[in-house]
Nanobody, 127 residues
Framework: QVQLVESGGGSVQAGGSLRLSCAAS????????MAWFRQAPEKEREFVAH????????FYADSVKGRFTISRDNAKKTASLQMNSLRPEDTAVYFC????????????????????WGQGTPVTVST
């Protein structure tokens, strides 16, 4: 089992930055793929970014590419999402997720493929 707890959400003006953190606990963190998803009000949960265990393979949604950076520290069992140049359309609850096992990059963009989820942290970007 892996337990995930997000932190770092808040309110910021457009153009600002926030850094989200995800702390993992449990004995199954090894070899996990970590990801961030987000869900805006009345919208489906959508992929933001994912990172492999080694940190070598990283993929972003087109909507955040060049603005967001995902990273992880396996020794500390943490994953982070640095969000720069925030826009009002980035407003959502952000969720950390973990998956153990091998899947293609495209499949890793599907929320249902992840077994472990945090409770979410809200991000509000105002104009």
């Amino acid at each position: 089992q892996v337990q995930l707890v997000e932190s770092g959400g808040g309110s910021v003006q457009a153009g600002g930055s926030l850094r989200l953190s995800c702390a993992a606990s449990g004995d199954s963190f090894d070899r996990t793929i970590m990801a961030w998803f987000r869900q805006a009000p009345e919208k489906e949960r959508e992929f933001v970014a994912h990172i492999s265990w080694s940190g070598v393979n990283i993929f972003y949604a087109d909507s955040v590419k060049g603005r967001f950076t995902i990273s992880r520290d396996n020794a500390k069992k943490t994953a982070s999402l640095q969000m720069n140049s925030l826009r009002p359309e980035d407003t959502a609850v952000y969720f950390c997720a973990a998956h153990r096992g091998l899947l293609t990059e495209e499949v890793l963009r599907i929320p249902s493929k992840y077994s472990y989820w945090g409770q979410g942290t809200p991000v509000t970007v105002s104009t």
